[in-house]
């Protein structure tokens, strides 16, 4: 798989290095403080961002229609409810069964689909997940609390810059609700990684 990364070739229209740069420039000029940038980057990987792919998702559980369009084109699916854009040009929604559980890593650096999950998390970017998810996905799940039947089958998706993996999760029974706003709340920002059933305390 080819692993086109941006930040290789340093481009001063990466949004990552322009971000970073305004930061630097806000701090300086006393606009704002480091520990309050920091909130908000917490606020976008924790709660806003991972609240679009929780529609996604909970669209899915309800309607099969969608569902089915949805495992078939991610991209497409994910535009219907009005996410896209940088970061998510092609997303590739994988779906948890009873006998296939999906687990997404980005093994060179933090590929993630931005649109349905918002930023990742520090774990995420970490050299020990990025290398483990792949050797060991069983032991790295368990030590998120995920312990699987050994017969269901782990399949980990390494995104990358071209396409970026979204795991559509289980709906457990005990999750009950009619509407998409019902069922959103239940889904986890770890569930849609891959690391977490929903229903799983966090
Ligand atoms: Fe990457």
Known sequence: MSHDHDHHHPDPADPAIRTEAIEQLLVEKGLVTAERIEALIHQYEEEIGP??????????????????????????????????????ERIVVVENTDTVHNLVVCTLCSCYPW??????????????????????????????????????????????????YFVLPQRPETVVGDTVDELAPFVSRDSMIGVRLVGAPQ
């Open 51 to 88: 609240l679009n792919g929780a529609q996604v998702v909970a669209k899915a559980w309800l309607d099969p229609e969608y569902r089915r369009r949805l495992l078939a084109d991610g991209t497409a699916g994910i535009a219907e409810l009005g996410f896209g854009g940088a970061q998510g």
């Open 115 to 164: 649109p349905v999950l918002g930023l990742p998390p520090s774990w995420y970017k970490s050299p020990e997940y990025r290398a483990r998810a792949v050797r060991e996905p069983r032991a790295v799940l368990a030590e998120f609390g995920t312990t699987l039947a050994d017969e269901v089958e782990i399949k980990v998706w390494d995104s990358s810059a071209e396409v970026r």
